[in-house]
């Protein structure tokens, strides 16, 4: 199968499950600004956010090391730099959080 790449502002990894410590009431989600490759490469080290399955409360967040970025180009994708004022801000905030761990659920 062979899935559509699609521009992303802010790519994540949702776990239903806490992946480290096998908790069933947490989930689990890595996000990184821009496409997903700089995550898959081991470019940027993404935010990691731990919620409450239950009441989608956020337990835990942890700010990442994100220098780059990996965005579409017209032949394939490129790696941009990312300013300051860009890695200071988390790469999801609250509502989009919790929205997603529901759709995971």
């Known amino acids: 199968m062979v899935q559509r790449l699609v521009p992303a502002e802010?790519?994540?990894?949702?776990?239903?499950t806490n992946p480290v410590n096998g908790a069933r009431d947490e989930?689990?989600?890595n996000a990184a600004l821009g496409l997903g490759e700089v995550v898959?490469?081991?470019l940027t080290t993404p935010d990691s956010f731990r919620l409450d399955r239950a009441t989608?409360?956020?337990?835990?967040?942890?700010t990442g090391r994100q220098e780059v970025?990996?965005?579409?180009?017209?032949h394939g994708m490129t790696e941009c730099?990312?300013?300051p004022e860009q890695v200071a801000q988390p790469t999801l905030g609250d509502t989009q959080l919790?929205?997603?761990v529901e759709v995971g659920l």
């Open 10 to 16: 802010v790519s994540a990894i949702l776990f239903t």
């Open 27 to 29: 989930s689990v989600i």
């Open 40 to 42: 898959v490469s081991s």
């Open 56 to 62: 989608l409360p956020i337990r835990n967040r942890q």
């Open 69 to 74: 970025q990996t965005v579409l180009a017209e």
């Open 81 to 83: 730099s990312l300013d």
């Open 98 to 100: 919790s929205q997603l």
